[in-house]
Nanobody, 116 residues
Framework: QVQLVESGGGLVQPGGSLRLSCAAS??????????MGWYRQAPGKQRELVAR???????VYTDSVKGRFTISRDNAKNTVTLQMNSLKPEDTAVYYC????????WGQGTQVTVSS
């Protein structure tokens, strides 16, 4: 079964930055063959895809994070990173990484809380 381990979350003040990391293992094929994404789920809301990176390194972001978040990948290490700058309270959520479309299993996620 696919293993996805997210880390790097925490409590940060508005305007601050965090860097999230995700390590993938036990994936069926080479990591480089997958489009990868970062998702988030806020309390009472559905999980949403906020950033994705394809096999060529091209990126797409949801409008609410454009210009503030940057997704990257390291295929040699099977990792995906999300650099989050200028954080806002509405960015508060549990953040997950997964493929796009998602693998059946999800990691435990990492909590990001933006509050003064």
């Amino acid at each position: 079964q696919v293993q996805l381990v997210e880390s790097g979350g925490g409590l940060v003040q508005p305007g601050g930055s965090l860097r999230l990391s995700c390590a993938a293992s036990r994936i069926p094929f080479m990591f480089s063959r997958y489009v990868m994404g970062w998702y988030r789920q806020a309390p009472g809301k559905q999980r949403e895809l906020v950033a994705r990176i394809n096999t060529s390194g091209n990126t797409v972001y949801t409008d609410s994070v454009k210009g503030r978040f940057t997704i990257s990948r390291d295929n040699a290490k099977n990792t995906v990173t999300l650099q989050m700058n200028s954080l806002k309270p509405e960015d508060t959520a549990v953040y997950y990484c997964n493929a796009d479309p998602a693998f059946r299993g999800w990691g435990q996620g990492t909590q990001v809380t933006v509050s003064s």
